[in-house]
């Protein structure tokens, strides 16, 4: 063989292996189409599954929560009501009176003060005609002589 004629087959080949790597690229091509569908398609339903698990867990913890705060309260509730029943029993111990306590000693100070102020506008004593009058002016004291000192004699 001459070597145009091997020129000739190496570039037939060439142009055979060109093709053949072309259709192996089409041929990719359309079973990423096919198998990319089929495959998008599958990674859908499976992240549909996951959404549905993911809620279903989001709503569970939800639920959990929930108790735990209500037991929470209940506890903090409870832990309110007895100190204060331990703070008031140590006021009361110490003989601090309570709010109710002070109220009512408002209340009836008050109606003391209302009592007594009225009281005083009916007692006021109104000024009686005689002591009205002016006291008549008293005479004058007559006067005394003086009294002389003796001398002794000399």
């Given at each position: 063989m001459t070597a145009k004629k091997k020129a000739k087959q190496v570039q037939i080949e060439i142009t055979e292996n060109a093709h053949q790597i072309w259709l192996a690229g089409l041929?990719?091509?359309a079973t990423a189409q096919e198998e990319g569908s089929k495959l998008v398609k599958n990674l859908v339903e499976k992240g549909e599954?996951?959404?549905?698990a993911g809620k279903t867990k989001v709503d569970q913890a939800k639920g959990a929560v929930t108790g735990?705060?209500?037991?929470?309260?209940?506890?903090?509730?409870?832990?309110e009501r007895t100190l204060d029943d331990?703070?008031?029993?140590?006021?009361?111990?110490?003989?601090?009176?309570?709010?109710?306590?002070?109220?009512?000693?408002?209340?009836?100070?008050?109606?003391?003060?209302?009592?007594?102020?009225?009281?005083?506008?009916?007692?006021?004593?109104?000024?009686?005609?005689?002591?009205?009058?002016?006291?008549?002016?008293?005479?004058?004291?007559?006067?005394?002589?003086p009294v002389k000192k003796a001398t002794p004699a000399k």
């Open positions: 041929g990719a091509v599954g996951m959404e549905k735990v705060k209500v037991v929470a309260e209940s506890y903090w509730e409870t832990f331990k703070v008031t029993a140590v006021i009361h111990r110490i003989g601090v009176p309570t709010k109710d306590e002070i109220d009512t000693l408002t209340v009836r100070v008050e109606a003391l003060t209302t009592a007594i102020d009225s009281l005083r506008t009916k007692e006021t004593p109104k000024p009686r005609a005689a002591a009205a009058k002016k006291p008549a002016a008293k005479k004058p004291a007559a006067k005394k002589a």
